[in-house]
């Protein structure tokens, strides 16, 4: 399959396993559309590793979403949420201002312009709630927040409040899931 | 001192056939449109077109618009020395001398010192374009210095400069009195050695001619045919509501909405062809101004261009081959910036010959929505929950009360209630715009109001999903909604969002709804006004507040000084102002429907105007719109300013009531 790019030269789409090339040209388009690898013959392809794949999270699946906002400050921070997900086998998800700030990927919104979820549990970090985030998440059976702001509408929606610091009580939670499964795997319960 | 009056004749009548055929090529596309009823109310037309045309009212609003209109009267006067000079080009013996002698001097003077004020105009428009050009004179289509432009200046220039020069030398040739034409009998002066001026005579009346008749053809096929367009346009400028679109008639087989040129009215198209250029729209949109595609001025630009380039076509009644909406070109307009709009008014606002960009923009929506479900994909969900719950979040409708349990509040019963509190989606499911409602319910009980509530029956207004071109859902939400009015008795409406309150009040009026519609800044500044609300303290903790103009309530409805007086009595001090405030003010970014979409591309709209509000470091913004209320708070907390307060005027008032 042959395909060009906006300066009107021929490539040939690489795909993983396949074809003998060498890469002389790369194109990632970001924002949708199109996705080509330009190549002429000699090396192997064995495989396509992109941002998409490592993105390709479907939170509308998920059963536990630990979610971020605007209270977690930088994208750097989100590295808690992942602890916190990874531990109890959910996701991250993000309210708006999260995705709007670039901290996380747009496909991992959740609300009214984003996508509705229904976990199991969802767990949400420094979002105040406004109403176009509890739409897209107050189905869930189980609701944690965790904000500073006691007067955050997301505690109107919550099944379990928490008023702090969630710099200090999500590695918390972490901490106290990771000495449980270190128990249970100790004591084989 | 003489021409071969049969070649001007000849050239004259080759001009103006030419003239009359571009004219009536154009008025055929025109009346290719739909109809549409613009000869109603024939007093105020005729008033409204001596006051924008005549009156030049909206382009002297810009300093640089003086210039417009000196060019415009001089232009005026002028006409009837043009109309002598062919008269006399094909009939010597006929001119204005024949008219009494004091009257034919007055003309005289008039055309003298007018054509030297024209040429001085013209010096300051080069200029301008040349030294001074103003980013907004350009646009993706037509630049600031264009050919055109400049052939027109030129065009100017050369008739000031052979009238005078023909002027001129008729007094240094003794043929006329140099007394009373200060400017020509100076150039007699200059001219008064000349060895030859039977060839200046010449050479100033045929430069006068040929200049003349050029302009003539080139008019018609130039953005200057609104010269010709522009005085009919503000002629049959939109009488009604800036805000309500036209209904559609719902029937088997119609098609709604503008997907191809012909769909729009008549007027619409003549909109297109009295666009000059300005970009006063262009400078005042808050789409554009934030970096997104779209741009009012490119839309009327892109009608009149994909009607003429599909003018063939069109009259054969075919299909156009260049499409109006889809394609990135010159006589089309993108999804994008068909998306982009927030509805605000602020182009209709600006447009000194009244052209109505807006409310294209919506047909075209309508026509994307209803006739190929194309809409950005965000708003699947906000239909959906429209159509099923009645409310942008598909809360169910039984959480509308929620607000009221801590209150007093009662359902409206006819006869016994007078007026009917319409809270609104907004105030009856957004936590903070709750507070507002309760803020008002406080204050109408203070005021001793008989009001009450439709409760779970309450529903939206539809103002999203008619500003978003779904007009079939709106079409059942307001019949359902003024079935229900009717049903209950209603005859006085309260409001808190200007939404709401423009929806019910203006276009509800196509479904028969006549009744008193109120806004909550009207009602408070009444009950102010009249000592029937009394305040026991003045808030205090609000530091300085700045006051911010609903697009719904200021441009649409024409309300900017109730929000004002409100906060002046209940804190003592007028308000400061925005830079853009009053008719100028700034959107916030949320109407049209934008509120339920994400901005993609460059600054957000609510961050620009969060920006301006701090310049003058205020401690509260005031708002009286739970869409601005929500913008602003966003906007704060984006900038990292949340020290700054966003409050409704309600909140503001009530803080100063004694709790009851």
Redesign the interface.
């Known amino acids: 399959m042959a395909a060009s790019d906006n300066k009107g030269n021929k490539g040939i789409l690489l795909e993983s396993g396949t074809n003998e090339l060498e890469l002389i040209e790369l194109y990632i388009d970001e924002v949708g559309g199109y996705r080509g690898y330009y190549g002429v013959n000699v090396a192997k392809v064995l495989e396509i590793i992109s941002d998409k794949q490592k993105d390709a999270v479907d939170i509308a699946g998920a059963d536990i979403i630990v979610s971020g906002g ?1 209270g977690m400050l930088g994208k750097e921070n989100f590295a808690l949420l992942r602890e916190l997900a990874d531990e109890t086998g959910g996701v991250v998800g993000a309210s ?2 999260a995705v ?2 670039g901290w996380m990927p747009q496909e991992r919104q959740v609300g ?2 984003g996508k ?1 979820v229904r976990p199991k549990i969802y767990i949400a970090c420094g979002i105040s ?4 985030h ?2 897209g998440m107050q189905d869930a059976d189980v609701i944690i927040a965790i904000n500073r702001d006691k007067e955050a ?1 997301i505690f ?1 929606v919550a099944t379990y409040g928490i008023v702090g610091d969630l710099f200090q009580v999500v590695p918390a939670i972490t901490q106290r899931l990771r000495a449980l499964k270190q128990l249970q795997n100790k004591t084989g319960i | 001192m003489s021409h071969n009056p049969n070649i001007f004749a000849a050239m004259l009548v080759v001009a103006l056939l030419f003239f009359i055929w571009s004219c009536a090529r154009r008025i055929r596309l025109m009346t290719l449109g739909k109809p549409e009823n613009r000869f109603d109310q024939l007093p105020l037309r005729i008033g409204d077109m001596l006051l924008y045309a005549f009156g030049q009212k909206k382009v002297v609003a810009k300093l640089f618009g003086l210039n417009h209109a000196i060019l415009f009267g001089s232009f005026l006067i002028l006409l009837l020395a043009n109309g002598e000079f062919l008269v006399q080009g094909v009939f010597p013996h006929l001119s204005l001398a024949l008219l009494p002698h004091a009257i034919y001097q007055g003309l005289r003077l008039a055309f003298d010192v007018v054509s030297v004020l024209t040429l001085i105009c013209v010096v300051i428009a080069l200029a301008r374009r040349l030294f001074f050009k103003p980013d907004y004179l350009d646009s993706a289509y037509v630049k600031g210095r264009s050919f055109e432009g400049f052939l027109i200046l030129a065009f100017i220039a050369l008739l000031m400069i052979a009238y005078l020069g023909f002027g001129g030398v008729k007094i240094a040739t003794g043929l006329e009195p140099g007394e009373g034409v200060p400017v020509s009998r100076f150039v007699a002066a200059l001219l008064a050695g000349s060895a030859n001026l039977t060839a200046w005579s010449n050479f100033f009346w045929w430069l006068h001619a040929v200049v003349l008749l050029a302009f003539i053809c080139f008019l018609p096929h130039s953005k200057h045919m609104h010269i010709l367009t522009a005085i009919p346009n503000c002629f049959f400028k939109n009488l009604n509501s800036t805000s309500a679109q036209p209904r559609e008639d719902f029937a088997a087989g119609n098609s709604y909405g503008v997907g191809v040129v012909t769909d729009f009215t008549w007027k619409d198209l003549l909109d297109s062809f009295s666009c000059t250029e300005c970009g006063r729209c262009q400078r005042a949109c808050p789409a554009q101004t934030t970096g997104k595609s779209l741009n009012p001025r490119q839309v009327i630009h892109a009608i009149k261009s994909n009607l003429l380039a599909n003018a063939a076509l069109l009259k054969s009644g075919g299909t156009p081959a260049v499409p109006l909406i889809g394609a990135e070109a010159e006589a089309s307009n993108t999804h994008e910036s068909i998306w982009a709009c927030t509805t605000c008014g602020a182009c209709m606002e600006e447009c000194p010959v009244l052209i109505e960009q807006m409310p294209k923009i919506i047909k075209m929506r309508r026509h994307l929505v209803e006739m190929g479900a194309s809409f950005p994909e ?1 708003l699947l ?2 239909f959906e929950n429209m159509e099923q719950r009645s409310n ?4 169910a409708p039984a959480e509308r009360i929620k607000w009221s349990s801590l209150l007093n509040a009662k359902p409206f019963v006819a006869g016994q209630t007078e007026y009917l509190f319409y809270v609104g989606c907004t105030g009856a ?4 715009a709750k507070h507002v409602t309760v803020a008002l319910a406080t204050i109408l009980d203070h005021a001793g109001i008989s009001w009450g509530l439709l409760g779970k029956e309450e529903k939206c207004c539809g103002d999203s999903v008619r500003r978003l071109g779904n007009e079939y859902i709106f079409d059942r939400m307001a019949t359902e909604n003024v079935k229900l009015f009717k049903d209950k008795g209603v005859t006085k409406i309260i409001t808190q969002c200007p939404h709401c309150f423009s929806t019910l009040k203006n276009d509800y009026q196509q479904y028969g709804l006549d009744i008193e519609v109120i806004h909550h800044s009207q009602l408070i500044e009444h009950l102010l006004g009249t000592g029937r609300l009394k305040l026991s303290s003045k808030a205090s903790d609000l530091g300085k507040i700045i006051v911010h103009d609903s697009c719904y309530l200021g441009r649409h409805n024409d309300i900017y000084e109730a929000p004002r007086h409100v906060i002046q009595t209940a804190t003592g001090h007028r308000p400061a102002e925005f830079v853009r405030h009053g008719k100028n003010a700034f959107c916030c970014g949320a109407g049209g429907g934008r509120m ?3 901005e993609h591309t460059g600054e ?1 709209i609510n961050n620009n105007r969060v920006a301006e509000a701090l310049t003058v470091n205020p401690g509260t913004i005031c708002v009286s719109c739970p869409y601005c209320l ?1 913008m602003f708070e ?1 906007g704060l ?2 900038k990292g300013a949340s020290t700054v307060k966003v409050r409704d005027i309600a909140e503001v008032v009530a803080a100063g009531l004694q709790s009851a």
């Open positions: 605007r708006r201002s709007d700030a009214q312009t509705t709630g406004a109403i176009q509890l739409v509408p109107e | 965000e969900n906000l942008p979040w598909g809360i499911f957004d936590s903070r339920w979409m994400e957000r929500t966003d907390k984006d």
